[in-house]
Nanobody, 123 residues
Framework: QVQLVESGGGSVQAGDSLRLSCAAS????????MGWFRQTPGKEREFVAA???????RYTDSVKDRFTISRDTAKNTGYLQMNSLKPEDTATYYC?????????????????WGQGTQVTVSS
């Protein structure tokens, strides 16, 4: 089992950057597929990016070339680097993990979730 804690959210202007962190404890994080999702009030949780155990990555189209998912195995921490932020990126961002192999875009495929961190982008 793994526990996940996100950090790094905040309020920024359009065009700015943020780096979200996902600190994992309880088990070596590199054995998990890691995913990032986001959610706004009244909407379903949306897939953002994922990285599997072999560092294969996948992104939703709206963040390609702007967001980068990565993992520091020494720190047991995952990251989501977000550049060129847009107001439509405003959401609560969640880190998720699963021992399943693959880079699923479905939130039901992930077994462990952090508490979320708020990102607000103003124009």
């Amino acid at each position: 089992q793994v526990q996940l804690v996100e950090s790094g959210g905040g309020s920024v202007q359009a065009g700015d950057s943020l780096r979200l962190s996902c600190a994992a404890s309880g088990r070596t994080f590199s054995t998990y597929t890691m995913g990032w999702f986001r959610q706004t009030p009244g909407k379903e949780r949306e897939f953002v990016a994922a990285m599997n155990q072999n560092s294969y990555t996948r992104y939703t189209d709206s963040v390609k070339d702007r967001f980068t998912i990565s993992r520091d195995t020494a720190k047991n921490t995952g990251y989501l680097q977000m550049n060129s932020l847009k107001p439509e990126d405003t959401a609560t961002y969640y880190c998720a993990a699963t021992l399943r192999y693959g880079v699923s875009t479905q939130d039901k495929a992930y077994d462990y979730w952090g508490q979320g961190t708020q990102v607000t982008v103003s124009s």
